[in-house]
């Protein structure tokens, strides 16, 4: 629960400084970061190489970063209190992190096209209960004679990208297909999440009923409860961690139909999975434990000498068995269906469906765009997206050429520019190509 706890925090504090779907670059499908969403979208240009870049998206569900920073004294505080009271029954954070160091296409003749990338990925996954950080602050009194359940699912990894891409087109037809070699820098994730909790009403007595399992792979090392090392470098390049022992393999598909006034097109993107082998550690808990008299809030942040009874029982609690076995875990897999019309030469509209599936769960929405092109060397978008509950994601993007040189930003919800201490989702994608 100590690591949950510090996990939690952390992610909120990446929250108070910045969802997985991307929309905005439907309304620039002249920008090569299109070919993200659906390599069948291929820009005109000859070559184009990519330059360092990043796209960054954030979502949460609970409090924001203004509900539970206030001041006291002219200080801004962190109020535990007011995290708890603001959360959801069941809370959802997600982090994704993509830093493109350089790409390059190009066209052979009209119709074929190829393309080489390489990304860093990093992304942060929790899902929780509310209840879960409310015993570790508060502790187990408000919870006598109860059974609560503090099921959760945790994802920290990052991994190397080598993307080879293809294009063909024929008529009105587009077809893109990529083949993406992965190596897992690092990995924290739980294979199982079920933990309940009882405290007896006479005696105080508790029990603890778990199934539960933590991999590992580079980033944590687990000694004991007062004894562990987490070490999530997010957004760390590292040279020496471009090629590990963690293979992976991924797909991304693609299809557009193309005329004169109106498009059509089909992706499926991250298609594949990593095989953690590298510095691996397997960490379980099953079976029931019972323990008497502790108090779980006294025992994760009291002092470690006048609870010193408390603390053996805890590290018996969580004196987890480690193992040393190889483990699998797939990417999230999206889809997008997406269309739109031309309207004259200057404007286009279009929608957007797509759906995530990711840790046994579905997440879908759909999305609105539109470009003008004012200028051959400028292009100016907007969109309205719909997802987890979100309802005012309104986009803003921009893409200009000078000469061979294009520089562009995306942001899927601007207002979390303007209010971020009351938004919940955030997007930026920014780089620069060089086109000819």
Known sequence: MRIFFLTLLALLGVAGLQAQAEWGLFSQTGLWQANRVNPAIWPDQKLIISLPGLQNTLFFTGPTYGDVIGEVNGQKVFDVNALIDNLESDNLVREHLEINTLGVGIRLGNSFGVSFQHL???????????????????????????????????QLYSYNEYAFGGYYERGALQAGARVKLLTGIGDVSTERGRAALYTDTAFYQLQFLADYQLNTSAYFNYQSYNDLELNFDFGQLRLDRLFTANPGLAFDLGIRLKQEKWWLAASALDIGSINWKDNVRNYRAQGEYKFDGLDISAALTGDSIKFEDALDTLKQLFAFPATEEAYITSLPTKVYLSGGVHLGEKWQVGGTLFSEWYRNTTYAGFAVNAGFTPAEWLTIGGSYGVFRNTFTNIGLSGAARLGPVQLYVLADNITAVFRPSDSRFFHIRTGLNLVF
């Open 120 to 154: 860093v990925h990093f992304n942060a996954y929790l899902a929780y209960p509310k209840v879960l950080p409310e015993l570790v602050w508060k502790g187990n009194g408000p919870f006598v004679g109860q059974i609560i359940m503090l099921d959760h699912d945790l």
